[in-house]
């Protein structure tokens, strides 16, 4: 017997009541073309940490900041837990953004670990479970920035960091590193066999995060994936064709997995070699342009050479405090920026200020300025033209 028209309008009504509050669908259920494109004709903001100039490092709240700000991309470093679950932390250990020292049931877990030829002591990520690491609550790193959000937030999963930028409202990118993978792979072993990095390739598949640089799968979820492991990128590059960033580290640091000097992997013939894998490099900023007594010396030739191998420089990491500015720049952050994108032509900006390094490229975005200019220039006329009409009465 079929039900009378009125039974589903009353369901319907009733559900709506239960929820209290109108129905919206959630950002990421929206079809990607209502939303706000990437923007892909000016320098990347990479949000590093999320906004983590502000709010502690790596939370939820960092990330939903930095979107808030005009990141393009969140940035994040992932981690495996003790039952191999992949989360966003920096350190391998928890000791310097964790209330880790305040929890005594924990105090026996201390080790030493030798991580990158260094012995470190600590409470590491990797002898905790999930579920044991989300009884801690997270702090700012720097004493120097908003204490306010201490002990306000905890750590977050890959798949929660994915979800924030997923539920977006405009289109947002990823850029997870692949952190310490020799590390993580001597520390967690997952029951199927599968190492580190195949579980972080597959956790982006699972999402929908596929596709070359620019393609129509890339601009719907755009990714990049970093690593300063060259071996991590290269067997990453077998399971998906996302594009890779290859990081470099201070000249005095050698590759965490194939031991090699920082001179060997940014000379021309390694640079041939790693574009094979790698859409770009990520350097610190200081190897780029080496300051000496805080200020700026002769620029490296390693943007132009890059560029040469067809390879994307995103350099790291942008800092508005004083104590990272060089002198050079007036202690101003947007001075900054300016040298690094007008003069040193990078492709991307990992900042810990996404805010300040959109505000920048707001401001000096000569599309916009155009239209605003225009904008003033009808503005006048029309002024101008109903002064007229109004004199044409004398
Ligand atoms: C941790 O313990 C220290 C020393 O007892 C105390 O000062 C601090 O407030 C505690 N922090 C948290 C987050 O409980
Ligand atoms: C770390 O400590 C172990 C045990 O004391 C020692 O054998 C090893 O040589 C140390 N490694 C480094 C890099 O100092
Ligand atoms: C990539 O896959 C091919 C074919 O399975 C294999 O021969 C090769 O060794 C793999 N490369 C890496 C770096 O794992
Ligand atoms: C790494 O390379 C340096 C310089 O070639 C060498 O002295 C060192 O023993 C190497 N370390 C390892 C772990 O192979
Ligand atoms: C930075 O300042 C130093 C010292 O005045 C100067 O030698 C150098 O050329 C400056 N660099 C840039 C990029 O302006």
Not at 86 to 107: G, P, R, S, Y
Not at 296 to 317: E, R
Request: aromatic share 14%.
């Amino acid at each position: 017997m079929a039900s009378p028209w009125y039974i589903p309008m009353i369901l319907l009504l009733l559900c709506d009541g239960i929820r209290g509050r109108t129905l919206y669908p959630l950002p990421s259920k929206l079809e990607n073309k209502e939303k706000r494109p990437l923007q892909t004709y000016r320098p990347y903001n990479i949000a590093h940490r999320g906004s983590n100039g502000e709010i502690p490092e790596e939370t939820a709240a960092a990330y939903l900041r930095a979107i808030k700000e005009g990141a393009d991309f969140i940035e994040t470093d992932i981690l495996a837990t003790k039952d191999g679950k992949l989360i966003c932390f920096h350190d391998v250990t928890l000791d310097d953004t964790t209330d880790i020292a305040n929890h005594t049931e924990f105090a026996d877990r201390k080790r030493t670990y030798e991580v990158q030829g260094e012995n470190i002591t600590g409470w590491f990520v990797v002898d905790f479970t999930l579920k044991e690491l989300l009884t801690l609550r997270v702090k700012q790193r720097y004493s120097f920035r908003d204490q306010q959000y201490n002990w306000k937030f905890t750590i977050i999963t890959f798949e929660e960091y994915i979800s924030i930028a997923l539920d977006a409202d405009r289109i947002v990118g990823i850029y997870p590193e692949i952190k310490n993978p020799v590390f993580i792979n001597q520390h967690v072993k997952w029951a199927d066999g599968k190492k580190f990095e195949d579980k972080f390739v597959a956790m982006l598949l699972k999402y929908g995060y596929k596709g070359e640089y620019l393609s129509k799968d890339w601009l719907k979820q755009p990714v990049f994936i970093q690593s300063f492991a060259p071996t991590s990128l290269i067997y990453a590059s077998n399971m998906t064709n996302s594009p890779k960033i290859f990081l470099i580290d201070d000249v005095t640091i050698p590759t965490q997995d194939t031991n090699q000097s920082y001179w060997e992997i940014t000379s021309n013939s390694y640079l041939q070699y790693i574009r094979n894998y790698v859409l770009g490099i990520g350097p610190w900023k200081d190897t780029i342009v080496p300051p000496v007594n805080n200020y700026l010396t002769t620029p490296t030739d390693l943007v132009a050479k890059a560029h040469a191998h067809d390879l994307q420089v995103h350099p790291y990491t942008y800092r508005n405090e004083n104590q990272f500015l060089h002198f050079n720049f007036s202690q101003d952050p947007y001075a900054e920026y300016d040298y690094w994108i007008t003069k040193m032509g990078v492709d991307g900006l990992f900042t810990d200020f996404t805010g300040s390094l959109h505000h920048y490229q707001e401001w000096t975005d000569a599309t916009k300025n155009q239209k605003r200019a225009e904008g003033v220039l009808r503005k006048i006329a029309h002024l101008v033209s109903s002064y007229e009409r109004d004199l044409s009465f004398f």
